[in-house]
C-alpha cells in the first residue's frame, strides 16, 4: 500500500478513537476512585451541543471546548450530589443522568439541526507539519486530539507516580480505610467524577465540532457505552486504554471504508453492527481469558459509601 | 439549632411510597420554572401537558396504548433490578420481539386463522427471550456485564430491523418506503375499547403486572429473586443459585418485551417500520423505578410516564414546545425520585443547642 492510501486511513482511525480515548479516560480515574458512572453517553451529547450551539453563535472554538467541558462537569455534579452525597443506586443514577442528556440536547439543539459550521481548525506547526508521512499524522491535528494523549499520559503519571493519584486509588480500593486514615473520600469522589464530566463533554464537543461538524440529536451512537466497555477491556490501565480506543478506531474506520469501496456484499447495516459486536467479543474475550484473575476492577467499584457522623 | 442527617435503622415504608409524589411535585415545580424561562405561559404549558389530552375519552384510550407497552416491559425489568440484574438492552429484546411475531404476519400475509395471533405472539416471547439469552449466557459463564452486552445488543437488533425493512421485507407496493406491507386482518390485535386504538395488549399489562405480584410475595421464587438482590452472601449461603436468578430475569424481561414488541406492531402500528417506539424500552426502566420496583405500583407509574409523551405531542402542537422537553422530564424525574429516596434510607434530625433553650412554648405533641 501506498503512503496515500495509508496516512489517510491513519487520520481517520484517529479521528474515530479521540472521543473514545476522551471519554473513556475521564470514566477510568472515576471509577478508580470507585465511582461507576453510566451517563458518559448524556454528557457526550450534552458536550456535543453545548459545543456546537457556542461554535455556531460565536465563532470561538477555543470557548466552545471550554463550555463543552464545562457542560460535562456540571452534569457530573448532578450525578456526583446523588451518588455521593445523598448515596443513591449508582447504576440507576447513570442510567438516569444518559436518558436526561439526550432529552436535554434534544431540547437545547432543535435550533442548530441541519445548521452546518467550519470543522475544527487544525494546528499547524510550522516545518514539522510538511514533513512526509508523520507530519500530517503527528504534527498537524485539532487539539483536541493532542489533549486526549495528553490527558492519557498525564492520568498514567497521576496514577502511577503522585501521592494524590495513590490516595485516589485507595478510595477505589478501600473506602473504609481511606476513610479512616483521614482522607475526605467523598471529596476525591467528587473531583474524579467531575474529572470524567469534563472528559466526556470533551468527547462531545470533538465530535459535533471535528468529526461531524454538525449537531444531529443522539449523535453518539453509543460511543459513550463503548467507552465504558472499553474501560473494563483495558482492566482500568490508562495505558492499555489508548491502544483500546485505537483498536475500535481501527474497527470503526475499517467498516467504512469497506462500505466505501462498494461493500463486500453483505449490507451496510452488517458492517456497522461492527463496532457493537466487536465490543461484546472484546469484553467476553477479557471476562473468559486466562488473565481473568488480573482483572483488577476497583474493589469498591459502584458500591456506596456513607462515612458515619 | 442544626440539621443533623442520620442513618434510620430500618427503611421508611412511608417515605417509600410518598417519595414518587414528593419527584413528580418537584418535576412539575421545575418545569414550571424552565417553561417560564424559555418564554411558554408555564400554566398554559403544563395544561396541555398534564390535563388537556385526556379530557377526552380517545385521551383516556391513547393513555392506555402507550401505558400498556411500558407497564408489561417495566415489570419484566423490575423483577430483575431486584435480582441486580440490570438488563438494559430491553429496547433491543423488544425488536427482536418484533421481528419474530411480525415475521409470522408476513409468513401468513392474506390468509385467515384464529392460530396466527397466539402463534406470532409466543414467536414475540421467544424472539425476546432468545435475544436476552446472549447477556444471560455471557453473564452466567464468562461475568461480562450484562449492563453493558444488553446495550450494544439494542444497536445490534436495530440495525437488523433496518436490513429486513430496507431489504427482503420490503413493502412491494410500498413507493420504495423502507416499511413492510401491512398486515392482515387475522394479524391484527383486537380492539378492546370500540371506537378507540385501545386493544387487547392493555389487559395483557394488568395481567402481567398481577402475576408479577404474586411470583414476587407468594411464591419462593419471588423470595430468592430479593435475597440474591439484597444480600448476594446470605443467598449463597441458603444455597439459592445466582446463576439460575440471572437466566430467570433475563428471560421473563425479555420475554415481555418480546410480546410488547409483537404487540406494538401488530396493532398501534399495523406493519414493520424501522422505528417501532419512542423509545420505550429505555423509559420503562423509569417506569420501574417510579413504581418503587413493585409489580402493582409500576401501573400508575407507566400511565404518568404515558401522559408526559402525550401530553408531550400535545404541548408541542398547542404551544409548540420542542420534542425533546418530554426526554428531559422524563429524566429529570428520575432525578428527584433517587434524590428524595435519600429520605427512605436517612432521616434529617433538627437539633438545637441545648444552652439556647428556646424561649417560646412548644405545643404539646
Redesign the interface.
Known amino acids: 500500500m501506498s503512503l496515500d492510501i495509508v496516512v489517510p486511513v491513519i487520520l481517520t482511525v484517529i479521528s474515530a478513537a479521540t472521543p473514545l480515548l476522551l471519554a473513556g479516560i475521564g470514566e477510568l480515574v472515576a471509577e478508580r476512585a470507585g465511582v461507576l458512572n453510566?451517563g458518559i453517553e448524556?454528557m457526550m451529547l450534552v458536550g456535543a451541543v453545548a459545543a456546537f450551539a457556542v461554535a455556531h453563535v460565536t465563532g470561538n472554538y477555543m470557548l466552545a471546548i471550554l463550555v463543552a467541558a464545562m457542560a460535562g462537569a456540571l452534569l457530573a455534579l448532578?450525578f456526583g450530589?446523588?451518588t455521593l452525597t445523598?448515596?443513591?443506586?449508582q447504576?440507576?443514577?447513570g442510567?438516569?443522568?444518559t436518558?436526561?442528556?439526550?432529552?436535554?440536547?434534544?431540547?437545547?439543539?432543535?435550533g442548530f439541526v441541519g445548521s452546518p459550521i467550519a470543522p475544527l481548525p487544525k494546528l499547524e506547526i510550522p516545518g514539522l507539519s510538511e514533513l512526509p508521512f508523520i507530519g500530517p499524522i503527528l504534527f498537524h491535528q485539532d487539539v483536541l486530539v493532542y489533549l486526549s494523549v495528553a490527558l492519557t499520559l498525564g492520568v498514567i503519571w497521576f496514577l502511577k507516580r503522585t501521592r494524590a493519584g495513590m490516595i485516589l486509588r485507595a478510595c477505589g480500593d478501600s473506602d473504609v480505610s481511606a476513610h479512616s486514615i483521614g482522607y475526605d473520600v467523598i471529596r476525591i469522589r467528587y473531583l474524579a467524577v467531575l474529572f470524567g464530566g469534563v472528559t466526556s463533554g470533551l468527547a462531545g464537543a470533538y465530535l459535533s465540532l471535528a468529526y461531524t461538524p454538525m449537531w444531529v440529536?443522539n449523535m453518539t451512537?453509543?460511543r459513550g457505552?463503548?467507552a465504558?466497555?472499553l474501560v473494563?477491556f483495558s482492566s482500568w490501565r490508562p495505558l492499555r486504554l489508548l491502544g483500546g480506543a485505537y483498536l475500535f478506531g481501527g474497527v470503526t474506520i475499517l467498516q467504512l471504508y469497506v462500505q466505501g469501496m462498494g461493500g463486500i456484499g453483505v449490507?451496510a447495516?452488517?458492517l456497522?453492527?461492527l463496532p457493537?459486536?466487536a465490543?461484546?467479543v472484546v469484553?467476553?474475550i477479557i471476562?473468559?481469558g486466562p488473565w481473568r484473575g488480573r482483572l483488577d476492577a476497583p474493589a469498591c467499584l459502584g458500591k456506596p459509601f456513607?462515612p458515619a457522623? | 439549632m442544626s440539621l443533623r442527617i442520620e442513618p434510620r435503622r430500618e427503611i421508611s415504608w412511608r417515605m417509600l411510597y410518598l417519595t414518587p409524589f414528593l419527584a413528580v411535585l418537584l418535576t412539575v415545580m421545575t418545569g414550571f420554572v424552565v417553561f417560564m424561562f424559555m418564554g411558554y405561559s408555564p400554566l398554559q404549558t403544563l395544561k396541555s401537558f398534564f390535563i388537556s389530552p385526556i379530557m377526552t375519552g380517545y385521551g383516556l384510550a391513547e393513555l392506555g396504548v402507550k401505558a400498556a407497552p411500558l407497564v408489561t416491559i417495566a415489570v419484566g425489568l423490575a423483577i430483575g433490578f431486584r435480582a441486580n440484574v440490570w438488563n438494559i438492552g430491553a429496547e433491543g429484546q423488544l425488536t427482536m420481539g418484533a421481528i419474530a411475531g411480525g415475521g409470522i404476519a408476513l409468513a401468513t400475509f392474506g390468509q385467515e386463522g384464529s392460530w396466527i395471533l397466539p402463534a406470532m405472539m409466543l414467536a414475540g416471547i421467544l424472539g425476546g427471550m432468545a435475544y436476552a439469552a446472549i447477556p444471560a449466557f455471557l453473564k452466567t459463564r464468562f461475568e461480562v456485564s450484562e449492563i453493558l452486552t444488553s446495550l450494544m445488543l439494542t444497536y445490534i437488533a436495530t440495525l437488523f430491523l433496518s436490513i429486513l425493512v430496507y431489504g427482503p421485507w420490503k413493502d412491494p407496493e410500498g413507493y420504495g418506503f423502507p416499511q413492510s406491507r401491512m398486515f392482515s386482518e387475522a394479524a391484527i390485535v383486537p380492539i378492546v375499547w370500540e371506537g378507540t386504538r385501545l386493544h387487547i395488549g392493555a389487559l395483557i399489562a394488568l395481567a402481567v403486572a398481577v402475576a408479577a405480584w404474586v411470583l414476587m410475595t407468594r411464591s419462593i421464587i419471588g423470595f430468592e429473586i430479593k435475597v440474591v438482590g439484597q444480600a448476594p452472601a446470605a443467598a449463597r449461603f441458603a444455597g439459592f443459585a445466582r446463576n439460575r436468578i440471572v437466566w430467570l430475569c433475563l428471560l421473563l424481561s425479555g420475554g415481555l418485551a418480546g410480546l410488547v414488541g409483537t404487540i406494538e406492531v401488530s396493532g398501534p402500528i399495523g406493519q414493520i417500520i424501522p422505528n417501532l417506539t419512542p423509545g420505550y424500552g429505555f423509559t420503562a426502566i423509569i417506569v420501574a423505578f417510579l413504581g418503587r420496583l413493585h409489580p402493582l405500583g409500576i401501573v400508575p407509574a407507566g400511565l404518568l410516564i404515558a401522559l408526559s409523551y402525550i401530553g408531550g405531542e400535545n404541548a408541542q402542537v398547542e404551544v409548540g414546545l420542542p420534542q425533546g422537553a418530554t426526554g428531559l422530564f422524563q429524566g429529570m424525574l428520575l432525578f428527584f425520585l433517587l434524590a428524595s429516596d435519600f429520605l427512605v434510607r436517612y432521616r434529617i434530625v433538627l437539633t438545637r443547642p441545648a444552652a439556647a433553650a428556646p424561649r417560646r412554648e412548644v405545643a404539646p405533641a
Open positions: 453510566l448524556g448532578i450530589v446523588l445523598l448515596v443513591s443506586n447504576v440507576a443514577t442510567l438516569a443522568l436518558l436526561f442528556g439526550i432529552g436535554l440536547s434534544a431540547l437545547a439543539g432543535a440529536e451512537a453509543g457505552w463503548i465504558l466497555g473494563v449490507p447495516q452488517v456497522s453492527m457493537y459486536i465490543t461484546i469484553l467476553t471476562s473468559a456513607r457522623t
